[in-house]
């Protein structure tokens, strides 16, 4: 295959570290989701319930089972303890520095050293929302970020910040958070905005945000943008020139809808199946993370939000398993599929290939070269009945020695295809793939060589 149509190729080792779930429990589950670390709160209320009085117990025991099973954790480090807070809720700040200062210092000492060795620190949670943090962001950044960035550098860890979401990054957190949703160009201006605030980049290791959803674009409302370009921008300003070293997606999944007077229900785009979302949602972003400089182990990452919760909540088909009878859901069938069968081995991009439609259009695709095998990656409109992949850059002389695949997107069961054909284009050969959807909003083609 010819090397112009290849990015940089990626360890497997770093491939296999990208993939994260939020909140502890199930960790005998993990290995088959193909994820080995863990968002997890460590919180204050919790540790210390009141001045003084610290129980590490529980963070203990979740510990000793996570390591148990290799799973490495991420702590969260929230919110305030009801006792030191200023405001009658744990989302103000302490009444005194020191009071927070002391609790992050209490985690980070322990739990950055053996048995545990704990390197990455997350300073709280969405605090560009009412829901997480009461007061306006500078707040956050000047009484909570920059002391506990300071703590955690001197145990020579790294701070993950500040987790904002972008769904409602717009706005102060005094504002009707579904005023405006998922705009570039806020996401953009705040984020430069929250860093360049008292140097606060010079605090952060790993830039955090959430549900940035993958490449879904104006589909997801007025005024909402595809937020790909989001991390570019983060690229070329911060981690480029040195400023900031990683991005981390500390939550992405399905995301719920609450108006004023309504009940809360899913977006209005994310439409089942559901498990569609989990790839619609990650592979953008792991092939984003493929062609920008990947050269150390965790410099990004992808956590999806979250691995169980109630049946009655809005929020259940996110989740990847039922807790109740143990069973792998929909989200996390296909989540298996992704790790376990796609991204398997040493993984660099493939761009010199092109998926149509019956009618000609050129659909959205994502091609990977893993080890000995191509995978590329298509979304489908469920109104497409056949999709035609024109893959280049192969040797046709050599052309009895492919196999080709299809994948299913929730079983990872692969189909044989024996037919195909060359087609001359533009002086170069393409192998085009003819597949019938059968009503399946995901397709992945496989090309061993």
Known sequence: MANKFESKEVPSEFIKNFFMICHPGFFSMYKQFG???????????????????????WLDNMLSEAIKYKVTIMPILCYCAQWASIGNSKYYPPR?????ENYVKM?????????????YYEIWNEPNIEVFWKLDWEKYIDEVMIPAAKIIHRYNCFVVAPSVTLEHFGYSPACFE???????????????EWLSYHDAYKYIDILSFHYS???????????????????????????KPGKIRGIWNTEEGLTAEHLPGEKATLERWEKPPYGQWVPRYIIPVLSWAIEHNWDFKDKYKLCWYEITTNRSSVLYPTALIDSKELKIK????????????????????????KVFNEKGEKLVSYGFRIDNKLIIATWVDKNVKNVEFHLGGL?????SNLKLSRIDYLSGEETNINQFKWVLENRENFLKVSIDTEGQPIIYLGCYL
């Open 107 to 119: 985690i980070v000492s322990k739990y950055s050293s053996s048995p545990y060795n704990l390197k």
């Open 35 to 57: 994820a080995s670390w863990c968002r997890a709160d460590f919180t204050w209320d919790k540790v210390e319930p009141s001045q003084g009085r610290i129980n590490f117990k």
């Open 96 to 100: 005194k520095r020191a009071y927070w």
């Open 395 to 399: 040797n046709k002389e050599k052309s």
């Open 330 to 353: 929909e989200t996390g069938m296909a989540l298996k599929v992704v790790t376990k069968k796609i991204f398997t081995g040493k993984t660099s991009l493939y761009h010199n290939h």
């Open 213 to 239: 959803k993958g490449d879904t674009g104006k589909e997801k409302g007025e005024g909402t943008s595809n937020l790909m370009p989001f991390y570019d921008h983060i690229y070329q300003k911060w981690i």
């Open 178 to 192: 579904f005023l405006q949703r998922w705009n570039l160009k806020n996401c953009i201006e705040r984020i430069d």
